[in-house]
């Protein structure tokens, strides 16, 4: 054995000795140099988030003061989304999301994936690409009217880009034939892209032509197994809203052009809101005035309370189809006597960016945008002393304490960034940090020459500042929610 041994270590040797310094080509083509040292693996660097390489407006102007674009920014919510290079207009009805934005909406769609795969939701995807064979099969496609976005292909067969998936799921679930009661219920869900032809798009992304959108599908073996598979979706979108820090009225509402026989909408109160409820000031009783006479003062439901009239933006909202598609499209399963039955169903809806939207509307002063602390961009931002002030010799602290905080608090890895266009003053980075609506910022001043060095902290959704010392900065974020 050992000569052996002694003829294999030196080719092993050199094998090595070409893996560790050979250049290496990259996926892209290009040669780079992926020589290893002992140090690149014993200490992992985490590069700094660089304010100035983040893909924004790097002078943000109020657009508010700019009279030509006024009659443009139709609500509160775009203007500053669009003053803080969250998004940019593309054609009517459709925009850019930008990072940060889809940083947050990435946040959102987590905490939808949470709730929905709590109550057994399983996700897919399903094409935009709609055949008008489905939609007219179950009448819809020309119940849709102008909304639906119609398209030929080359051999002229027609197409719509799907606002809403019906009878796409429909189809799909009556494809798998050996589908049991056992399965039942089933929920399948998806997170895409959707399309609406409106007539007047408005109001950024409340109401546009293409957004994002999760809509949900029930599959049930009996009305009344449905009907609570309904009170289960019900239950996980209040708790979605109230993890987001946004009070939701769940109303009384229209099937509209989905069908059904039981609705409900889930609305946020808002001036800005083109949906009319009715609510009792008694009882638990409120509904979309499109199912109720606006006329009616007195509640339906209690006898005693008082409807009040107030205006609302729909971010949710669910429906209990019974057989309508199932029975069209032969959605069937078999029961425990092995006989085939036809499933009950349910769609439940949650436009994505319109809840982002709607949650800026409502949270967000007029000067600065406020996220629902779950779907900040970032969770902090670190401000050092302009280059050359009295103070200079601390910025060195500030690149420290990004990677303190990150380091001690886990659950801010990648949520800190460091605001390091110091050729600004203070003051003009913290108007910035107002208007894009850090949850908290750091400034690292002359407190930081102290003994024992403190930091300026100021929560932005309170308004509070604070001079804390490292430790007290830990303890502070390290009761941060993050998703």
Excluded at 169 to 186: G, N
Excluded at 439 to 449: E, M, S
């Amino acid at each position: 054995m050992e000569p052996v041994v002694h003829q294999v270590w030196p080719r092993v040797l050199q094998h090595l000795r070409r893996t560790l310094t050979l250049p290496q080509r990259s996926h892209s083509g290009c040669v780079e140099n992926n020589a290893v040292t002992a140090t690149t693996h014993s200490r992992p660097i985490r590069p700094t988030l660089l304010v100035s390489r983040l893909y924004q407006p790097s002078n943000l102007r109020d657009v508010g003061q700019d009279s030509r674009l006024q009659g443009e920014m139709t609500c509160k919510s775009q203007r500053l989304m669009q003053q803080a290079g969250l998004i940019h207009p593309s054609n009517p009805g459709c925009y850019y999301y930008l990072p940060a934005t889809v940083r947050s909406m990435e946040k959102l769609v987590r905490v939808i994936d949470q709730e929905m795969q709590a109550i057994g939701g399983q996700k897919l995807d399903m094409p935009s690409l709609c055949s008008a064979d489905l939609w007219k099969t179950s009448e819809r496609w020309d119940l849709m009217g102008k909304e639906l976005f119609r398209l030929k292909d080359r051999h002229e067969g027609d197409y719509c880009l799907g606002p809403t998936h019906e009878e796409a799921v429909t189809t799909l679930v009556a494809h798998q034939a050996t589908l049991s009661y056992r399965q039942l219920p089933l929920l399948l869900y998806q997170i895409t892209r959707k399309f609406r032809d409106e007539p007047k798009p408005k109001f950024g992304l409340l109401r546009g032509r293409e957004f994002y959108m999760k809509d949900m599908y029930s599959f049930d073996v009996s009305e009344e197994a449905a009907y609570e598979t309904y009170e289960s979706v019900c239950q996980a979108y209040t708790r979605l809203f109230a993890r987001l820090g946004l009070h939701c009225v769940q109303v009384q509402a229209d099937t509209g052009n989905i069908g059904g026989t039981l609705s409900h909408e889930f609305q946020l109160p808002a001036d800005i809101g083109e949906d009319r409820l009715l609510v009792c000031g008694n009882c638990s009783f409120s509904a979309n005035v499109e199912t109720v006479s606006s006329e009616i003062t007195d509640c339906p439901h209690c006898k005693t309370g008082t409807l009040v009239e107030s205006k609302g933006i729909e971010v949710g909202h669910t429906f209990y189809l019974g057989k309508k598609y199932s029975q069209i499209f032969n959605a069937s399963f078999s029961n425990a006597q092995n006989k085939p039955c036809v499933a009950e169903m349910g769609c439940y809806g949650l436009g994505v960016t319109r809840i982002l939207a709607a949650a800026l509307e409502v949270m967000s002063t007029e000067e600065g945008i406020r996220w629902p602390g779950l779907l900040a961009p970032y969770q902090v931002c670190v401000l050092p002393p302009k280059k050359g002030s009295k103070v200079d010799g601390v910025a060195a602290l500030a690149d420290d304490l990004v990677h303190t905080l990150e380091k001690a608090v886990p659950c801010l890895r990648g949520e800190v960034v460091l605001d390091d266009r110091t050729q600004m003053t203070v003051g003009k980075r913290l108007k910035d940090a107002n208007i894009l609506g850090y949850p908290y910022v750091i400034v690292v001043g002359k407190g930081a020459l102290e003994g024992t060095p403190r930091f300026e902290m100021i929560c932005q959704q309170t308004d509070e500042t604070m001079f804390l010392s490292k430790e007290g900065l830990i303890d502070l974020l390290g009761g941060v929610e993050t998703v």
